[in-house]
Structures are given as C-alpha cells and as structure tokens.
C-alpha cells in the first residue's frame, strides 16, 4: 500500500475508536503493512474487529489476519479459468483425420522417431504428415 492508502484504512479504524490520525501515524503504519494491498488490508481489518482478544487495533493485528482474509477473499469470489487460445490441432493430409486420431499416420510418426530419432521429426511431420487447419 502507498501512503494514501494507509490513510485511507487508518480513517477506518479511527471511525470506531477515535484515534488521531497523524502524518507520524500513517508513515509508522505503512513501515509495517506497506506491502500488503489494500483490499487484503481492509479485509484483516474486518477480521480483527470481529476478534474479541483484541481491544486495541494495532498493525500486528492487520498483519496477522492478512492470511485469512486473502483466503477468504479467494473462496468468496473464486476466479473463472477461461479456455487457453492455441492453435488448431493438426490433421493428417492423407485422412484428413486429427492427427491424434489417425493410427496410420501415427505410427508412421513413430517410426521415423524410431529409425532417425527427434532431429527432425518435426521437419519430416510438417513435410509429409499433417497440415494445420485454419
């Protein structure tokens, strides 16, 4: 978090126990959760009031709950995983078949692995195998 925004929690928790906020307040706050962002910062806040251990809030506070509150953040709005764009899978030229598919064509694959080794299977596929579809 940048200076504003430590102020910006500061505020939050001077609206429930009437701290002073201070130029000195926010710069000794951000020397300790400056490397949290803000939202993870918000949330430990929440948690730590909700603790009743705690009378006082104090940036060891914030700092302890910060774990929880990221996973809690993750399990309240759980990310969509969106399809990888690739390319289309190749079909063989002969079958028209994708290639993974067409047993004749990878068996044909294969033996020219066997016989030549990986130099140049992907030249020899390219050439006289398959094509991509577009």
């Known amino acids: 978090m940048n200076l504003n925004e430590i102020k ?3 505020t939050e928790v001077a609206v429930i126990d009437n701290r002073k906020l201070t130029e000195q ?6 020397s300790i959760l400056g490397f949290m962002p ?3 910062a918000r949330e430990a806040l929440h ?4 603790d009743d251990r705690i009378n006082w809030l104090e940036p060891k506070h914030i700092a302890s709950w910060a774990r929880e509150a990221a996973f809690k953040m993750d ?3 759980p990310k969509q995983s969106q399809p990888v ?3 289309s899978q ?3 030229k002969a079958h028209n078949a994708p290639l993974t598919r067409c047993l004749p064509c990878s068996r044909q694959l294969h033996q020219y692995e066997v016989s030549e080794g990986l130099e140049g299977l992907l030249g020899f ?4 195998i398959y094509e991509v579809s577009r």
């Not at 596929?125 to 006289?128: G, L, R, V």
């Open 8 to 10: 910006q929690l500061l």
């Open 25 to 30: 307040t926010a710069e000794a706050w951000k």
């Open 38 to 40: 803000l939202d993870i």
């Open 47 to 50: 948690l730590a009031r909700k």
């Open 75 to 77: 399990r309240d709005n």
């Open 85 to 87: 764009a690739g390319s």
């Open 90 to 92: 190749p079909s063989c």
């Open 125 to 128: 596929a390219q050439s006289e």
